[in-house]
């Protein structure tokens, strides 16, 4: 299976500020997910990172707040932006296709005081 | 939209004895389910993934059945141990790969 890896492992955030969260795979893979999961709740997915092209969005997330890139087939960036405490919440990128299939991030805490 | 569902939410055992964790899907129409494993605070581990057309998938200890027809998949943990005290998380995955996951179940092994 595909070693994926991501950072920050955590972090402790401001009101307002930003945060980027780094996603690497170790080899190619065919799609990138961002999810979410709030506290005491299950995984909610963000968007579907396209390689380059604009992500693609769920009901409930945009673009404006959870802005994506994805350069190539191994990386993806996730960013949330203006963050308040709500968006408190271990952020997971998921890689599908290649050696990988629901293959996940060890995830990204966030902290919004 | 689809709708996962896993029961019982928590579960506490005693060494020794066998898990049973069920999961059921609104919509039959997925390509396969997944069974993940989550530590406090961690990312996702994989534990089985059983595709639409299989009935059942063994790993060591686990099992995983599939009724694809009645929505419903249970996972078997046999003879558990503390070391097995996690959330378990069923997720669906259509033809898009989108996963839906259930809330989970938290089962506490007592030694």
């Known amino acids: 299976s595909a070693v994926i890896s991501q950072k920050p492992s955590r972090d402790i955030c401001q009101r307002g500020t930003s945060l980027t969260i780094q996603c690497q795979v170790d080899s190619q893979v065919t799609m990138m997910f961002w999810y979410r999961q709030q506290p005491g709740q299950s995984l909610t997915l963000i968007a579907t990172a396209n390689q380059g092209s604009e992500a693609t969005y769920e009901s409930g997330f945009v673009i404006d707040k959870f802005p994506i890139s994805r350069p190539n087939l191994t990386f993806s960036t996730l960013t949330v932006s203006n963050m308040s405490p709500e968006d408190s919440s271990i952020y997971l990128c998921?890689?599908?296709?290649?050696?990988?299939?629901?293959?996940f991030g060890p995830g990204t805490r966030l902290t919004v005081l | 939209k689809q709708e996962v569902t896993q029961i019982p939410a928590a579960l506490s055992v005693p060494e020794g004895e066998n898990l049973v964790l069920n999961c059921s899907f609104t919509?039959?129409?997925?390509?396969?389910l997944q069974w993940f494993r989550q530590d406090p605070g961690k990312g996702l581990t994989s534990l089985l993934l059983i595709q639409s057309s299989q009935r059942e998938q063994t790993s060591g200890r686990l099992n995983a059945s599939l009724d694809k027809s009645s929505g419903r998949s249970t996972l078997y943990i046999a003879a558990s141990q503390p070391g097995d005290s996690a959330t378990y998380l069923c997720a669906v995955r259509p033809n898009d790969y989108k996963l839906s996951f259930g809330a989970g179940t938290t089962v506490t092994v007592r030694a």
């Open positions: 919509d039959s129409a997925i390509y396969n």
């Open positions: 998921s890689v599908e296709g290649g050696r990988a299939l629901g293959s």
